[in-house]
């Protein structure tokens, strides 16, 4: 037996894995990103599995999605800017994906996250240090040889499944291997009816794979392990794109090529119509799949897997352990850093946003004098005046919005404490509670307490750090009916997750995972307008719809410091995400001098985004916090000129 042939003897103990793995951290990233494209990262048998949920994604939400290699990030980095990125490395160590998630990180991607399968690795050292990453590993003990097979079992089975079970589908029968079906042959029948076809394939050094578009990730893995253990020169193709010219391999080439179909239903009638036409002397055989369902795309992998060791047999080559060359490895780890610089830094920082949040999108005019100069004034103002204190938005500004607590990173903490020291006031923003005066008197010391005030549900309620809201009971008539109508919703079907009430001051309503919180705006407000109520004091955040009551903003934070520590409202500086109306920091970025680190406010004399057009978030508060210069007085001055980085 072949070292190929124990690792794939070996794939049932990684399906039986992927059944047991806890996978609930992976569904929600999925569903998470069921409203956007995606884009998937990974080389060699880690781009199959991204290929595979790029297919799934594909299937199962109709929004179109790139599987791309670690270089075509590298080299367009602003493929992150606005898509969930999803990156997949078995071992987590070549030096392609280390880069290509730095570079995802610099452009701010929504949302990063990394699937492995080493919890110790060059890859996990780089994800434990950054904020923003999400890590999904799923340890596998033995080591793939040359070629990716029980690690792309196992991730691959777990993104299935991931699906599967999203789709609320019983578990499917893939994690069984004698369940797998081709037509009507088992695994193990197939591959025995593949032995003539192996033989004129290495006879041939040639093969054409012709695929439905439904099951490319199994073609695609087909020509990596091909051309990677360069056993065969494979050529791909689906049925249309080979009828476009690539058939005269067929009749001017019909000894030195062989043909490999991979079938199922939907294009059961044109492989029919093209059988009849190809040659006999074409070595054909065909891989027919019963379905695209992501068993039928695991079927589709194993079997490929199997056949490439028939193949190799058939050439009698160890694919397992082959002999790499200086050239390989002088070309595997190339410093892909220095080789390939980053682009350009867009120079014009904050115009673009301002645009966007006006309509003014691409091809639109975007050269105005008006919004230059008011670009200009605003850079300047901010730059010459001295500040004291600086009211920041939490989720989304000094941490990732998510529908979960979480402290912010520990690089903002860092900046909070020296401003904190130097005299300057904190003031903090949010629509949550009592959590963040929790996890904030754990980060900070005592004697930074006095500097740092709260303002949470939405400034409903103000106070220093170590304090607490009151307890308060009791809705007001106005949060009352509101309520009634976010339960008529619930039932109705919208997928409203839960409805939080933080009386006297607010109801936030919670969706779905994957829910876009922008579309559910409009059908809360929509379902509040209808029931006579008021929709001005509807907000939302990237991961809640807010319901205030008369009276609360977040802007009163900004009032509170000026009363209590008698700070000019010109020494204070706003900072938030969503700065444009019905964004809740709305009212935050209408102050005179503030700063969007995402949605920029539409009025052209304040809130706007100067960081780098890729830095989103607390990327783009890290930002602003490395140009506030401290002095000794209690103030400090913001430097937003100059470079980027």
């Known amino acids: 037996m072949t070292p190929y042939e124990i690792e794939l003897e070996q794939l049932q103990a990684s399906l039986d894995k992927a059944l047991a793995a806890s996978i609930e951290p992976l569904k929600q990233a999925i569903a998470g990103a069921s409203q956007s494209s995606v884009i998937a990262v990974g080389s060699g048998g880690s781009f199959t599995v991204a290929s595979l949920l790029c297919s799934l994604h594909e299937a199962y939400t109709g929004r179109i999605s ?14 992150a800017s606005t898509s969930p990125i999803f990156i997949f490395s078995a071992e987590g160590k070549n030096p392609d994906i280390l880069e290509a998630l730095q570079r995802a990180r610099q452009y701010s991607s929504r949302a990063v996250h990394v699937v492995t399968n080493r919890h110790d690795s060059p890859l996990m050292d780089l994800v434990r240090s950054m904020n923003d990453v999400t890590p999904h590993v799923f340890d596998l003990a033995q080591k793939d040889g040359y070629l990716a097979t029980n690690s792309l079992a196992l991730s691959a089975s777990l993104i299935a499944r991931a699906f599967g079970e999203l789709d609320q589908d019983e578990p499917p029968d893939f994690f069984r291997m004698s369940d797998i079906r081709f037509d009507q042959l088992s695994l193990f029948d197939w591959l025995d009816s593949a032995a003539e076809f192996a033989n004129e394939a290495v006879a041939r050094r040639s093969v054409i794979i012709v695929f439905s578009p439904r099951l490319r990730p199994i073609a695609e893995d087909l020509e990596s392990r091909f051309a990677e253990s360069a056993l065969l020169f494979i050529q791909l193709a689906d049925f249309r794109s080979f009828a476009h010219g690539r058939h005269l391999w067929l009749t001017e080439r019909s000894r030195d090529t062989a043909l490999l179909v991979i079938t199922e239903p939907s294009v059961g009638g044109l492989w029919q119509d093209m059988r009849e036409q ?62 390939v610089p980053p682009p350009e830094a867009e120079q014009i920082r904050g115009e673009h946003s301002k645009y966007e949040v006006l309509g003014a999108r691409w091809p ?8 230059r100069r008011a670009r200009l004034e605003a850079e300047t103002s901010l730059e010459s005046q001295k500040f004291r204190a600086v009211v920041f938005d939490y989720d989304g500004t000094l941490c990732s919005s998510n529908a979960v607590d979480t402290p912010p990173p520990e690089a903002v903490c860092a900046h909070i404490r020296r401003l904190a020291e130097a005299g300057v006031m904190i003031g903090i923003a949010s629509g949550r509670g009592g959590s963040i005066a929790e996890s904030f008197e754990v980060l900070f010391d005592t004697a930074l307490w006095p500097k740092i005030r709260l303002g949470l549900y939405n400034g409903g309620w103000i106070g220093e750090l170590g304090h607490r809201p009151p307890a308060q009971s009791g809705l007001s008539d106005f949060l009352i009916h509101a309520k009634r109508v976010l339960t008529g919703l619930r039932s109705s079907g919208v997928p409203i997750h839960a409805i939080r009430e933080n009386p006297p001051h607010q109801l936030s309503v919670r969706f779905q995972n994957g829910v876009s919180t922008e579309d559910m705006w409009f059908v809360v407000a929509d379902a509040m307008k209808q029931s006579g109520l008021e929709t001005g004091t509807i907000l939302r955040s990237k991961h809640s719809v807010d319901i205030l009551a008369n009276g609360v903003s977040k802007s009163h934070v900004v009032a509170n410091i000026v009363q209590r520590d008698r700070i000019d409202p010109y020494e204070i500086v706003t900072m938030g995400d969503l700065g444009a109306w019905p964004g809740n920091d709305s009212s935050l970025l209408q102050h005179r001098f503030s700063l969007s680190v995402d949605l920029p406010s539409r009025r052209l004399d304040r809130g706007w985004k100067l960081a780098p057009r890729f830095k989103r978030d607390v990327d783009a508060t890290l930002w602003y916090l490395d140009r506030m210069q401290t002095f000794g007085d209690g103030s400090f001055k913001l430097s937003l000129s100059g470079e980027e980085e």
């Open 278 to 339: 190809v040659p006999a002397e074409v070595a054909t055989f065909e891989m027919p799949l019963n379905g695209s369902t992501p068993a039928d795309l695991i079927a589709g992998l194993l079997g490929g897997m199997h056949l490439v060791s028939k193949v190799a047999n058939a050439a009698d080559k160890n694919i397992a352990k082959p002999t790499i060359s200086d050239l390989g490895r002088k070309l595997y780890y190339a410093k892909l850093g220095e080789l």
């Open 364 to 371: 639109s005019r975007r050269s105005s004098g008006k919004i």
């Open 66 to 79: 790139r599987p791309i290699t670690p270089l075509e990030l590298i080299c367009n980095p602003t493929l």
